[in-house]
């Protein structure tokens, strides 16, 4: 089972509802899993059980993308 929890941007994942989702996702043999920029705002004591997905950003046109910008 796929389980999602969403949380406000920026916003620390309380150690109370880490604990809740690794015992829920023990009881079911699975793992929890982030994106890396919440994964390594996370406790160092999660680190080890918690994986991560690398996310990074692709434009299509790049130099439109940063003349956007400059406006």
Same mark, same amino acid.
């Given at each position: 089972?796929?389980? +999602? $929890? %969403?949380?406000?941007?920026?916003?620390? $994942?309380? !150690?109370? @509802? =880490?604990?809740?989702?690794? %015992? /829920? %996702? @023990?009881?079911? #043999?699975?793992?929890? $899993?982030?994106? !890396?920029? &919440?994964?390594? /705002? =996370?406790? !160092?004591?999660? /680190? #080890?059980?918690? &994986?991560?997905?690398?996310?990074? %950003?692709? +434009?299509?046109? !790049?130099?439109? +993308? /940063?003349?956007?910008? =400059?406006?």
């Amino acid at each position: 089972t796929v389980d +999602f $929890i %969403a949380y406000p941007d920026h916003a620390p $994942i309380p !150690e109370a @509802d =880490l604990a809740a989702m690794q %015992a /829920k %996702a @023990d009881a079911q #043999s699975a793992r929890l $899993i982030t994106t !890396e920029k &919440d994964w390594v /705002k =996370l406790p !160092e004591r999660w /680190k #080890s059980t918690i &994986d991560y997905l690398p996310i990074q %950003a692709r +434009f299509d046109d !790049e130099a439109a +993308f /940063k003349a956007a910008l =400059l406006r």
